[in-house]
T-cell receptor
């Protein structure tokens, strides 16, 4: 069975500071990994995805994530956070069958 | 990227009535669509997978007679909440799968259902 763990329920960072959101997964084969962002009352927007190849993935809005097979991790990073990045972030793992399993999400608060 | 729309964005209904939510893929054909439910401060819970022209596959614990899913065309799937109760109040999100084969999904903006 596949599963995703986001250890941090809530993270607060100052504007301009760097950010790392953690994601650990359990999956029986090569995973397809995703990071999504959700603003209050909105649907999910894809930030980036990993299917294969280069383990460092660049996404939109200045985000990147690194796939580390040995650690079963796919952490999301951003070098300098903006106030508009405050939102809920979800890591997900999917199978070719089409179902995605989502983590419980991490709420990001940005201090001015 | 591909665009998925949902209608309505918000709906308030009385207990016992039925509500239909539409999910449309606007610029691509979606052979598969997914319906999720999200509680406040919680992750998305997959309710069902619908494939065009066939019956939906429901996740364990989801009442198929209460949450009716129809996927009559490659661009439209509907979720009907029948005999709605206050506990059905939630945020419902659909997603549409493309044909890339890599499980890429495009999410709709969600529908907020409030049952009085």
């Amino acid at each position: 069975a596949q599963s995703v763990t986001q250890p941090d329920i809530h993270i607060t960072v100052s504007e301009g500071a760097s950010l790392e959101l953690r994601c650990n997964y359990s999956y029986g084969a090569t995973p397809y990994l995703f990071w999504y962002v959700q603003s209050p009352g909105q649907g999910l927007q894809l930030l980036l995805k990993y299917f294969s190849g280069d383990t460092l993935v660049q996404g939109i809005k200045g985000f990147e994530a690194e796939f580390k097979r040995s650690q079963s991790s796919f952490n999301l990073r951003k070098p300098s956070v903006h106030w508009s990045d405050a939102a809920e972030y979800f890591c997900a793992v999917g199978a070719r069958a089409g179902k995605s399993t989502f983590g419980d999400g991490t709420t990001l608060t940005v201090k001015p | 990227g591909a665009v998925v729309s949902q209608h309505p964005s918000r709906v308030i209904c009385k207990s016992g009535t039925s509500v239909k939510i539409e999910c449309r893929s606007l610029d691509f054909q979606a052979t598969t669509m997914f319906w999720y439910r999200q509680f406040p401060k919680k992750s998305l819970m997959l309710m069902a997978t619908s494939n065009e022209g066939s019956k939906a596959t429901y996740e364990q614990g989801v009442e198929k007679d209460k949450f009716l899913i129809n996927h009559a065309s490659l661009t439209l799937s509907t979720l009907t909440v029948t005999s709605a109760h206050p506990e059905d109040s939630s945020f419902y999100i659909c997603s549409a799968g493309g044909s890339s084969g890599y499980n890429e999904q495009f999410f709709g903006p969600g529908t907020r259902l409030t049952v009085l």
